[in-house]
């Protein structure tokens, strides 16, 4: 089974500033996707960003980014330019790329993302 | 296109009661999936359909826990004698069976309180 680990439960940032994320998974496939997805406080879950694992180039989406490992199974992601809006709390997930369990995705602990003005 | 609805978005009820929550997916999405979700915790699998086939459960959705999806629309999570522990934000999401590279689209969520 696919088990996603995000080791830090809290993280703060200087509104302009840069963070980065973790984010570790374990799986013996060689294809699958991985997900940023940010949860504000009372509010859905929004897509953020995608990385598909047969892809070596790392996936942007304007001031987010990911690092993606995949010998060290590793995909942290980095927020640029950090605003207060930013601030939610951030779930890593993974998804088998085929395969009855396509699509079925299984999520890390989350990441408390707080920002400073 | 209004996203991913779900209601009611809160539910408070007794224990021993039963419960269902609906969830309308993206009207182009034919896969839909069902999770849960407790406090400070990453969302769990429980169920998903293609069109309006359940192609795979959890061992979480115990036999009180039942999900349909008529005619591949819409969805519904039935929960029978709804227990404490059955507390939680249960999620609805959508996609693309394919082309989507697995990216869900997730509902605001139905907040279930049992007392």
């Known amino acids: 089974a696919q088990t996603v680990t995000q080791s830090q439960p809290e993280m703060s940032v200087q509104e302009a500033e840069t963070v980065t994320l973790s984010c570790t998974y374990d799986?013996?496939?060689?294809?699958?996707?991985l997900f940023w997805y940010k949860q504000p406080p009372s509010r859905q879950m929004i897509l953020v960003i995608r990385?598909?694992?047969?892809?070596?180039q790392n996936a942007t989406e304007n001031r987010f980014s990911v690092n993606f490992q995949k010998a060290a199974k590793s995909f942290s992601l980095k927020i640029s330019d950090s605003q207060l809006g930013d601030a939610a709390m951030y779930f890593c997930?993974?998804?088998?790329?085929?395969?009855?369990?396509?699509?079925?995705?299984?999520f890390g602990q989350g990441t408390i993302l707080t920002v400073h003005p | 296109d209004t996203g991913v609805s779900q209601n009611p978005r809160h539910k408070i009820t007794k224990r021993g009661q039963n419960v269902t929550f609906r969830c309308d997916p993206i009207?182009?999405?034919?896969?839909l999936y069902w999770y849960r979700q407790t406090l400070g915790q990453g969302p769990e699998f429980l169920t998903y359909f293609q069109n309006e086939a359940q192609l795979e459960k959890s061992r979480l959705l115990s036999d009180r826990f039942s999900a349909e999806r008529p005619k591949g629309s819409f969805s519904t999570l039935e929960i029978q004698r709804t227990e404490q522990g059955d507390s939680a934000m249960y999620l609805c999401?959508?996609?693309?069976?394919?082309?989507?590279?697995?990216?869900?689209?997730f509902g605001p969520g139905t907040r279930l309180t049992v007392l």
């Open positions: 999401a959508s996609s693309l069976a394919l082309g989507s590279g697995g990216s869900q689209y």
């Open positions: 799986t013996s496939e060689s294809d699958y996707y």
């Open positions: 997930a993974y998804t088998n790329a085929g395969g009855t369990s396509y699509g079925k995705l299984t």
């Open positions: 009207s182009e999405h034919n896969r």
């Open positions: 990385q598909e694992a047969y892809k070596q």
